[in-house]
Structure formats: structure tokens, C-alpha cells
């Protein structure tokens, strides 16, 4: 069983990655050049689960490897939405790691990125991202790494415990293509890791991302970590 569990919903065909038209380039080449290797790749995908090469490949010598999955059908998917977050529990569904990672397509991160995420789990620490806009418009959290605080806005959520996502029934679809899905899923998780006492959320620098968007413009891959 891999340890972690990387997941992300994509709908490739309408929301190209900026530098990445169609592809998953950008992200493949970061999933090559972690440095810790005990991890799944779940790719949850609206419009098909045919492989992707540039995915395979970076993942060859990891323990999990990759599968590519279809959205599981809710009143959303029925009608053709997008529905990410229905997406992601059809991840949570399938994933075996006890550590989950949530990342968007068009998230980029550094070589340790995984290592962190572990290294943080063993001891009950789970991450917030610090994520960055690649127009460098910073995005959550404004803050020094640390404790979360209880009054921050509860969003930007990395990892957490598979456990804990099952035990509060995953993310809640009816936030389906609008903002506060994150928010609702993460005060919902701090508050049963909080009564259960199996860990807390803290930022950390080292589980830092950059966010791309969706749009037409070519990107290219930061080299900010090096």
C-alpha cells in the first residue's frame, strides 16, 4: 500500500492549463522529480479515463502508479457540470494511502513537496498550502508558518488523513462549481481531528505551490525551488 494518495479533478477539455495546453506537462514534471516515491496518482477526469502518457511516465517508479477515473454520477455530473467535487470523493472512493494529497491541475511544487507532506504526517501535522499565483498575486495564506489559526479562512487545504475524510463523508457536492467547497470540507475535518485528537493543520514552506489558472497563455515551469 503507498503511503500518500495524490489526487486531482480535471476537466482538461474546458479548462485548459496555462503552458500545458491539453497536456498535463506541467504537472507530470513534478510528480518526476519528487524525491519520495511511496505514493498513488488518482486523476478523476469528466470527459474521459484514457491514459495519459506524460502521467504514466512520471510515475514508473513510484509504488502506486497512476489510475484515471470518471467522475462518479451525482445530480451534477447528470446534467453536465463539471462537478469537482464529486470528482474528488470518487478519488477518496479509490485511494489507499493513509495520507491524501488535493492538488488542481494546474498546481505546480517543488522536488520535497511529497517528502514534506509525510515528514509533517508522522507527526500528526497535517499541510495548508501556501499558494502563489504565477502573476504573483499571493493568494492563502497571508501568514508565518506555524499552528493554523482557528479564525483564519479555512481553505487551501493539502493533506489530511484519509480516516478523517471518510469519517465526515468526504466534500460536500452541493458546492459543486461554486466557491466554499474547500472551506466547508476543511472546517469540517479540523473539527473531527480536533475531537478525535488524531492531528492538526499548520503552514508550512515547504508545501508550497503555484498556482497557474486556466486560460490560453504558455507558461513555462518555475525553477523557484532550485
Known amino acids: 500500500m503507498p503511503t500518500l494518495t495524490l489526487i486531482f479533478p480535471t476537466a482538461r477539455g474546458l479548462f485548459p492549463m496555462q503552458g500545458a495546453m491539453g497536456s498535463y506537462d506541467l504537472l507530470a514534471s513534478c510528480l518526476e522529480e519528487q524525491t519520495f516515491a511511496d505514493y498513488e496518482v488518482i ?3 469528466r470527459h474521459n479515463t484514457l ?7 512520471a510515475v514508473r517508479k513510484t509504488s502506486g502508479g497512476v489510475r484515471f477515473l470518471r467522475p462518479r454520477m451525482t445530480p451534477w455530473t447528470r446534467i453536465g457540470a463539471f462537478s469537482p467535487n464529486a470528482a474528488r470523493n470518487t478519488a477518496l472512493c479509490w485511494a489507499k ?6 492538488v488542481d491541475d494546474c498546481f505546480v511544487f517543488g522536488p520535497h513537496y511529497f517528502e514534506r507532506i509525510v515528514e509533517l504526517a508522522e507527526r500528526n501535522e497535517y499541510a495548508v498550502s501556501m499558494l502563489s499565483q504565477a502573476d504573483n498575486s499571493v493568494a492563502y495564506p497571508t501568514r508565518a508558518p506555524g499552528p493554523f489559526p482557528a479564525d483564519a479562512y479555512a481553505g487551501g487545504i493539502i493533506a489530511f488523513p484519509l480516516s478523517a475524510a471518510i469519517a465526515v463523508n468526504g466534500m460536500d457536492e452541493r458546492f459543486d462549481g461554486a466557491s466554499g467547497g474547500d472551506v466547508d470540507f476543511f472546517a469540517r475535518l479540523r473539527l473531527y481531528m480536533e475531537r478525535t485528537r488524531i492531528g492538526r493543520f499548520v503552514v508550512d514552506p515547504g508545501v508550497a505551490v503555484v498556482g497557474y489558472g486556466h486560460g ?3 507558461l513555462s ?3 523557484c525551488w532550485r
Do not use: F, K, S, Y
Not at 491514459?51 to 511516465?57: A, D, V, W, Y
Not at 494511502?97 to 488535493?102: L, P
Open 216 to 218: 490560453g497563455r504558455t
Open 221 to 223: 515551469h518555475p525553477r
Open 43 to 45: 486523476c478523476v477526469d
Open 97 to 102: 494511502g493513509r495520507i491524501v494529497a488535493m
Open 51 to 57: 491514459p495519459r502518457p506524460e502521467l504514466e511516465h
